[in-house]
């Protein structure tokens, strides 16, 4: 079984910053790639980054990329998600989440929430105008 535990979240205003942190605990040997997804209100969930775990690719939502970094520091087992020049339509509840089955090393495969096993409780991101 593994934990995740984000945190980092709040209230910005547009063109602010926040990082994101997911503590990843547990049996985490058979974790094939990790990402961070989002949610607003009557919306579905959608990935935003995901990076391999030993190694493997990136991938950004459109949406989101040139502002958003994922990065993962293994020896902290901390997964992280640095948010630059935010925009009201990144308000969300922002999740972490771990795949335990490998899959296709391909973006759209890696951003699609059923590919994941594990979820954390999310962390409410708020930006505004």
């Known amino acids: 079984q593994v934990q995740l535990v984000e945190s980092g979240g709040g209230s910005v205003r547009t063109g602010g910053s926040l990082r994101l942190s997911c503590a990843i605990s547990g049996y985490t040997a058979n974790i094939y790639f990790i990402g961070w997804f989002r949610q607003a209100p009557g919306k579905e969930r959608e990935g935003v980054a995901s990076?391999?775990?030993?190694?493997?690719?990136?991938y950004y939502a459109g949406s989101v990329k040139g502002r958003f970094t994922i990065s993962r520091d293994n020896a902290k087992n901390t997964l992280y998600l640095q948010m630059n020049s935010l925009e009201p339509e990144d308000t969300a509840m922002y999740y972490c989440?771990?795949?335990?089955?490998?899959?296709?090393?391909?973006?759209?495969?890696?951003?699609?929430?059923?590919?994941?096993?594990?979820w954390g409780q999310g962390t409410q991101v708020t930006v505004s105008s």
């Open positions: 990076i391999g775990t030993g190694g493997g690719s990136i």
């Open positions: 989440a771990a795949a335990r089955q490998y899959r296709a090393d391909v973006g759209w495969i890696r951003l699609t929430p059923s590919q994941y096993t594990y």
